[in-house]
Nanobody, 119 residues
Framework: QVQLVESGGGLVQPWGSLRLSCAASGNIGSIVSMGWYRQTPGKQRELVAT???????NYADSVKGRFTISRDNAKNTVYLQMNSLKPEDTAVYYC?????????????WGQGTQVTVSS
């Protein structure tokens, strides 16, 4: 089992900043990539940003230039720095880890952290 502990969500005013963190622990095997997704009521979960173990990143068009994903491989932790936040960024943000354990792929999700952008 992989445990993901997320932190950093909350209420922020438009154009403000927040930093999300997600630490992976447990039987993680070899992590391939870590990332963040978000979901609002009635909508499908959507990709925000991902980063591979080699540092290759991928961002949703809607967050490019505003959000930055990074990771600390030694701590198995991924971060999402969110700047210039907009009300449409309001969502539950989920941490995701993809890896290999005992020659099998796995895909683990955190419980989610609420981000609310409002004045």
């Amino acid at each position: 089992q992989v445990q993901l502990v997320e932190s950093g969500g909350g209420l922020v005013q438009p154009w403000g900043s927040l930093r999300l963190s997600c630490a992976a622990s447990g039987n993680i095997g070899s992590i391939v990539s870590m990332g963040w997704y978000r979901q609002t009521p009635g909508k499908q979960r959507e990709l925000v940003a991902t980063i591979t173990i080699y540092g290759n990143t991928n961002y949703a068009d809607s967050v490019k230039g505003r959000f930055t994903i990074s990771r600390d491989n030694a701590k198995n932790t991924v971060y999402l720095q969110m700047n210039s936040l907009k009300p449409e960024d309001t969502a539950v943000y989920y941490c995701n880890v993809k890896g290999v354990r005992y020659y099998r792929d796995y895909d683990s999700w955190g419980q989610g952290t609420q981000v609310t952008v409002s004045s």
